[in-house]
T-cell receptor, first 114, second 116 residues
Framework: DADVTQTPRNRITKTGKRIMLECSQTKGHDRMYWYRQDPGLGLRLIYYSFDVKDINKGEISDGYSVSRQAQAKFSLSLESAIPNQTALYFC?????????????FGPGTRLTVL | AQKVTQAQTEISVVEKEDVTLDCVYETRDTTYYLFWYKQPPSGELVFLIRRNSFDEQNEISGRYSWNFQKSTSSFNFTITASQVVDSAVYFCALSEALRSNYQLIWGAGTKLIIKP
């Protein structure tokens, strides 16, 4: 079984709809991250959380919100989806106390906003 | 500011050729970590290697090798005798111990195409 899972894997939605992407992990890691990937831009950090009570904005948080429901769960919401949020979204985890912050990624969610 | 540059957007070679993917980074930290990840056409991100700033030894793993040079702020990745299965997008990333709270700074990626 995968250590980091994301649901759904693919989603097509319409402009203005509310969308939630979910991430679960069984690695026991405290740190969790949400990234988006656009062609030619690499990965950009949306939000990150170092524990259940800690939420931080990343590079591109506008238009997104997150919820850390438990150590193992970190959800990303698009309150009112717009077409330029069409992208591949990745959840990642890393171990608290790790000096090098190696991150482990979920399989990705491909989101299309029409 | 911290930055990772992968100047090669796309590289195409014929199978069995050697190929080097370049990565140049900028950081003011003395303690930092560099990573390479592979993203095959299926889309997942696969960790390949981590290197810390205090270890400049080159690394070899099978057909893969990495050349870390602090003097030129580079962490280049070479695939020897490339195979079609090596076709993927490869990302270089930087983690700074102090300044960025261990966030990963990503390069834009290099798309590697290996032709049979």
């Amino acid at each position: 079984d995968a250590d980091v899972t994301q649901t759904p894997r693919n989603r097509i939605t319409k402009t203005g709809k509310r969308i939630m992407l979910e991430c679960s992990q069984t690695k026991g890691h405290d740190r969790m991250y949400w990234y988006r990937q656009d062609p030619g831009l690499g990965l950009r950090l949306i939000y990150y959380s170092f524990d259940v009570k800690d939420i931080n904005k990343g590079e591109i948080s506008d238009g997104y919100s997150v919820s850390r429901q438990a150590q193992a769960k970190f959800s990303l919401s698009l309150e009112s989806a717009i077409p330029n949020q069409t992208a591949l979204y990745f959840c990642a985890t890393s171990e608290l106390g790790s000096s090098y912050n190696e991150q482990f990624f979920g399989p990705g969610t491909r989101l299309t906003v029409l | 500011a911290q930055k990772v540059t992968q100047a090669q957007t796309e590289i195409s070679v014929v199978e069995k050729e050697d190929v080097t993917l370049d990565c140049v980074y900028e950081t003011r930290d003395t303690t930092y970590y560099l990573f390479w990840y592979k993203q095959p056409p299926s889309g997942e991100l696969v960790f390949l290697i981590r290197r810390n700033s205090f270890d400049e030894q080159n690394e070899i793993s099978g057909r893969y090798s990495w050349n870390f040079q602090k003097s030129t702020s580079s962490f280049n990745f070479t695939i020897t005798a490339s195979q079609v299965v090596d076709s993927a997008v490869y990302f270089c990333a930087l983690s700074e111990a102090l300044r960025s709270n261990y966030q990963l700074i990503w390069g834009a990626g290099t798309k590697l195409i290996i032709k049979p």
